[in-house]
């Protein structure tokens, strides 16, 4: 790790994406298990997401005043748009003619360019952000960590059940729906493992009942950096987060805490 990453971290970015529960109830978030040879969270279920790479900041640049969003934040959602199709063949944040056989089509060309600029033009496709809300922003600043990742979390709603959804064979082994309560009733069960932000964001999306509540939620706590703190407390030491950014759960012994 250098210097320069311990310091700002290296910028990445993923959507939590929602749809309606095929046989009702609380809504269902897609969740990918990372590759055990990944170096970062290995082995792990999280949400579907990467860095943002050099293009997304030059696509970003060049749309800001367009799409009326600072270049910066347009680089990550535009990142997050981009993994989302890569790692899952969803086109969410794009607007355009879209269907199941051009989002797989766009997705191999994707995998080919590396880029998603290129993609837009040639599927005729926009950007609409407007589709993505921004939800949290989690920095887990430690120079003994190697890989450390300042990511900003969005939220968008597929709404119907019906899109199929296949993992890229390099990045993940898994994609699955399952409502938040689901997912941590299976960490606890030991069938998934959950790194430290993943289960205190899963803990918040447990909290809403429909989509429309997360966003909600999301639009009224602005986004905050959170980098969690060791505390010492009865003898023992606990990671701690903010206590006012929307988050049931604020402290977890550290003892217990997975290591991405």
Do not use: C
């Amino acid at each position: 790790m250098t210097d320069e990453s311990a310091r700002h971290g290296i910028p990445a970015a993923t959507i939590i994406i929602f749809r309606n529960a095929p046989a009702g109830g609380p809504p269902e978030v897609l969740m990918t298990v990372r590759s055990r040879t990944m170096s970062f969270a290995g082995g792990m279920a999280v949400f579907p997401g990467g860095r943002v790479d050099p293009e997304d900041y030059a696509l970003g640049e060049a749309l800001a005043g367009e799409i009326g969003i600072a270049p910066d934040e347009a680089a990550h959602q535009i990142a997050a748009v981009r993994e989302t199709l890569e790692e899952t063949g969803l086109a969410m944040g794009l607007a355009g003619a879209i269907d199941a056989a051009r989002a797989s089509e766009a997705r191999a060309m994707l995998a080919e360019v590396g880029a998603l600029a290129p993609v837009l033009d040639a599927f005729g496709w926009r950007l609409d952000l407007a589709q993505i809300t921004p939800f949290a922003r989690w920095f887990p600043k430690n120079e003994a960590i190697p890989r450390v990742y300042d990511t900003r979390f969005y939220l968008a709603n597929l709404g119907t059940g019906a899109v199929e959804v296949s993992i890229d064979h390099a990045e993940n082994t898994q994609l699955f729906w399952t409502s938040a309560a689901g997912a941590l009733d299976a960490a606890e069960r030991g069938d998934i493992k959950l790194i430290f932000p993943t289960r205190r964001n899963l803990e918040r999306l447990a909290l809403f009942a429909s989509y429309e509540e997360a966003r909600a939620q999301a639009e009224a706590i602005p986004v905050r950096t959170i980098m969690p703190q060791v505390v010492e407390e009865g003898g023992k030491s606990w990671l701690t987060i903010l206590g006012d950014a929307g988050y049931p759960v604020t402290a977890e012994l550290l003892e217990n805490v997975a290591r991405g």
